[in-house]
């Protein structure tokens, strides 16, 4: 069971037609909306498709279905679940482009489509597997291709939204309720810091006074001096020294939560005093005040 990615070029969209939306960059990519097109196959499986040629037909018929939104796939990708388990992914506005799926999340927002009606049975028959696989598609994008920060904007209960959670729609249907099974943020994701935001942390600690970065230039690596500087700011504020997880040079490498949590918020939020207190929730325990240090300046 694979997963397969068809750009626009394969499956043949027609070029007379006008590209659609606005190039954006991956990284202000921070949620996930799903929706399903209402358009079925027309044997008794309506949910489930049989092989690319038909799968090619259906997207060249999206291009035109919604004339109001410009004459595009308005969804960024669009899901076909294949009848022998395989997930396929037809570019529609595409990765790169703001879409035309959901009003006020068109930018921010990553629009992923069924192909189907999914008020209507049967499922597809590898249902289940093919939302892991979409999972297992989102996470790839944050890992290596640049999505750093999707799935940073989600409902509480789940990684993706459905397009019913803020429209009155009944999009994505009444039997697409298993959006839990798509997941793509582990734990240890959360924790995940790109090279800018390395930078960042970098830049703060040395800020700090006395500064506990002092390595030139900042590369935005996590590597020995930064780890130095972050167990530094750990004992400072009271914390177990974790220092950096994971190997260092990892660039998957993160910090202890809390710890990232309080040195962004001493350090990035804008500052009236030198002096400066954070409050952190630590679970059971009550809200802890902590102590920063002060910001040069
Ligand atoms: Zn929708």
């Known amino acids: 069971m694979a997963t397969i990615e068809l750009s626009r070029r394969q499956w043949g969209a027609r070029s007379s037609l006008p590209r659609r939306g606005h190039l954006i960059g991956a990284a202000r990519r921070t949620e996930v909306f799903v929706h399903h097109t209402v358009i079925v196959d027309d044997d008794a499986s309506v949910n489930e498709w049989g092989d690319l040629a038909a799968v090619r037909a259906k997207m060249r018929q999206l291009q035109t279905i919604r004339p109001d939104l410009g004459k595009d796939v308005p969804y960024s990708m669009v899901a076909f679940c294949m009848a022998n388990g395989d997930l396929v992914l037809c570019e529609g506005r595409g990765l790169e482009r703001t879409g035309a799926h959901t009003i006020g999340h068109n930018r921010s927002a990553l629009g992923i489509a069924f192909q189907g009606n999914f008020d209507r049975r049967p499922l597809p028959s590898h249902f289940d597997a093919q939302l892991a696989s979409l999972g297992d598609w989102l996470r790839q994008l944050r890992r290596t291709r640049g999505f750093t920060r999707l799935g940073t904007v989600r409902p509480a209960d789940r990684q993706v939204w459905a397009h019913r959670d803020i429209q009155s729609t009944r999009c994505p249907g009444g039997h697409l309720y298993r959006l839990e099974r798509i997941r793509f943020i582990e ?99 009550p809200v802890t005040r902590v102590r920063v240090g002060k910001m040069r300046g």
């Open 187 to 285: 734990e240890e994701d959360e924790n995940m810091m790109d090279e800018a935001t390395w930078k960042k942390v970098q830049i703060g600690l040395q800020a700090l006074d006395p500064p506990l970065y002092a390595a030139r230039p900042i590369d935005g690596q996590p590597g020995a001096n930064t780890h130095r500087a972050v167990r530094a700011f750990e004992r400072r504020v009271g914390f177990t020294p974790h220092g950096v997880m994971g190997p260092l040079g990892d660039p998957a490498s993160g910090m202890w939560p809390a710890t990232r949590e309080i040195l962004f918020a001493s350090v990035f939020a804008p500052l009236r005093d030198h002096e400066h207190e954070v409050e952190i929730d630590r679970g059971p325990t």
